[in-house]
């Protein structure tokens, strides 16, 4: 193929992707990350962040980050292995450890590195994983790293989870994994791991969780889905990016020996640079807050933003995906009606990005709402009002 032909082909796939109304736009926000923040020059409500304890702005977060800059320097320029291990990051492995109830844990520069580094170096072609089907797409792309035997069940289906850890025993596997989300991005729906557990003892299974999407915020002290559930896990991955300061990088805990050999095998750790000193300082200051009695105060705060915020949509006529987690989505079927709707509501004020194929299946684009424990029950109601607004006007509701 020539180069022109080459580029002929992208500019075509991109008219294609806009002319279905898949563009995803980028819009530039024009301050810190907060429930209110600037657009365009104007402020305006966030309702699709995942700021879920409202940190990703908080002083004090900056302050540990500056602090923690000041001491170690922007960065390590190294891998860890060489010379890019520096105090701060053995304190933070520490922290999230010992916050989640685990043994030890690794620090990656993404969470999406966390997941892709985890089974390749652990599961062979010996093995099986066994990960549901709305998995996040990390996941997905690290199982495809992995030479183990694989198998997909449906989304929290426990019966569809049993047949296949039935037919991975029957091939023969040696060690099998059941790999799934703890929260559903997308859905909101929070993984059965006390029923998972059941299964996974009676057919002699590991459990991965990757609570990205729950690590801060759900269950006792915000440890976690499987917290929530109040079952243990073998493996928990997840981000500093989200509720936890909303910096960047992943995490994954487990074992000690577990972690010592993914230090020495795991690629996405051998061969990125160590996380910046600020990001290890702010996450380290949020996890100080999320584990501590703020951390309640400001959990249920958000959950009580979720509570008002559904059953208000839900008096209005639309169609939510049912749940309690503060992912709220928003059900509107089309994709140029989620890309239309959503820029209604940002001319109301209000901040939302609607989701279509491939993030979600075709015909399942939403706006996925979430909430904040920074959000106020007036900005919730503000939110609400602009959605009816904008669903009348759409013939939505």
């Not at 304890?53 to 980050?65: E, F, H, N």
């Not at 073998?234 to 577990?258: E, R, S």
Request: net charge negative.
């Amino acid at each position: 193929m020539s180069t022109a032909a080459f580029h002929n082909r992208v500019a075509a796939e991109l008219s294609d992707i806009d002319a279905q109304g898949l563009t995803k736009p980028e819009r530039v926000i024009q301050s810190r990350q907060g429930p209110v923040i600037q657009v365009d020059g104007r402020n305006v409500l966030n309702f699709c962040a995942n700021n879920y304890l409202g940190l990703g702005g908080d002083q004090r977060i900056v302050d540990a980050a500056n602090a923690a800059t000041q001491r170690w320097g922007g960065g390590t320029a190294s891998v860890r292995f060489i010379c890019g291990t520096l105090e701060i990051h053995k304190e933070l492995e520490r922290a999230i450890a010992d916050y989640l109830g685990f043994e030890d844990a690794i620090l990656f520069a993404a969470a999406f590195d966390a997941n892709g580094g985890l089974f390749e170096p652990l599961f062979g072609a010996e093995d099986a994983i066994v990960s549901d089907s709305l998995n996040h797409a990390s996941i997905i792309d690290g199982v495809r790293l992995c030479k183990a035997k694989r198998y997909r069940f449906a989304t929290s289906d426990m019966a569809d989870l049993e047949a296949q850890l039935k037919q991975a025993r029957a091939d023969g596997a040696r060690d099998i994994v059941i790999a799934t989300d703890g929260a559903f991005s997308m859905d909101g729906y929070i993984a059965k791991l006390a029923e998972i557990r059941v299964l996974a003892d009676r057919y002699d299974a590991l459990i991965m969780v990757d609570d990205c999407h729950a690590t801060g915020f759900l269950g006792p002290q915000g440890r976690g889905s499987y917290a929530h559930c109040g079952v243990k896990v073998d493996f928990v991955t997840g981000t500093f990016g989200k509720a936890l300061g909303g910096a960047m990088g992943g995490f994954i805990c487990a074992t000690n020996p577990v972690v010592e050999l993914l230090k020495q095998r795991a690629r996405p750790y051998l061969f990125s640079n160590a996380l910046a000193p600020s990001v290890c300082g702010a996450s380290l200051e949020a996890i100080r807050i999320a584990q501590g009695p703020e951390g309640d105060a400001l959990r249920t705060q958000l959950f009580a933003n979720a509570e008002r915020f559904r059953g208000a949509m839900q008096a209005a006529g639309f169609n939510l995906l049912p749940g309690q987690h503060p992912i709220i989505p928003v059900m509107l079927g089309d994709a140029k009606l989620a890309q239309d709707f959503a820029a209604r509501m940002l001319e109301l004020g209000v901040y939302v990005i609607g989701f279509s194929f491939p993030v979600v299946p075709r015909g399942q684009a939403r706006i996925r709402t979430q909430m904040s424990a920074a959000h106020t029950f007036e900005h919730i109601d503000q939110a609400v009002a602009a959605f009816t607004t904008a669903g009348k006007e759409l013939g939505v509701i």
